[in-house]
């Protein structure tokens, strides 16, 4: 139950993402590029929560580096809407 | 400790985006701006709730059905948006 969990995330996010920056290559919104490449860290972070839960071990910890993904992603929706949408 | 300290500002920054796009919706009122910002805040309250779970707590992949349900909520955002713009509308 929770792998399909990790996968679907994994899934949802790429979605998201191509989504996203399919919009921005059509309209040119820079809104939507920083949405995208929000997503785009999203779904690396999620990538990595599947990788680290089911496919290793437990001895290693991806913990961090799925944390700092998500940071990322935040971050640069954050930036985006700073300094570009307003 | 810094774990839990980066997972705050990830809330942080997720439930600040939550913001401008609530902000971006009462200017515009395009609900797509609504769906972003519910999103968002529910990824904001995702990371609250994982910084204040144990790593071996057995609720914590409940955390991951929140978030999958963000990006569900997304994803429709998205579909409704094109569907509105499909019918000539905003």
Redesign the interface.
């Known amino acids: 139950m929770a792998e399909a969990v990790y996968i679907l995330c994994a899934l949802t996010s790429v979605a998201c993402a191509v989504l996203l920056l399919r919009a921005y290559r059509r309209t040119g919104t820079r809104l939507l590029l920083w949405s995208g490449l929000c997503f785009v860290g999203m779904a690396v972070s999620n990538v990595l929560l599947f990788v680290d839960l089911v496919l290793l071990p437990t001895t290693i910890d991806l913990f961090m580096p799925r944390l700092v993904a998500t940071l990322a992603s935040a971050s640069v929706l954050l930036y985006g809407l700073i300094w570009d949408a307003s | 400790m810094l774990?839990t300290m980066?997972?705050g500002?990830?809330a942080m920054?997720?439930l600040?985006?939550a913001l401008?796009f609530l902000r971006?919706w009462l200017q515009s009122k395009d609900r797509l701006f609504a769906f972003?910002a519910l999103a968002f805040t529910m990824l904001a309250g995702n990371?609250v709730v994982a910084a204040l779970l144990d790593?071996d707590d057995e609720r914590r992949?409940y955390i991951?059905?929140a978030?999958?349900l963000a990006?569900?909520l997304?994803?429709y955002a998205?579909w409704d948006k094109n569907r509105a713009s499909r019918r000539g509308g905003v």
């Open positions: 774990k980066l997972n500002a990830v920054a997720w600040a985006s401008f971006f972003f990371s790593a992949h991951y059905v978030r999958l990006f569900l997304i994803l998205i």
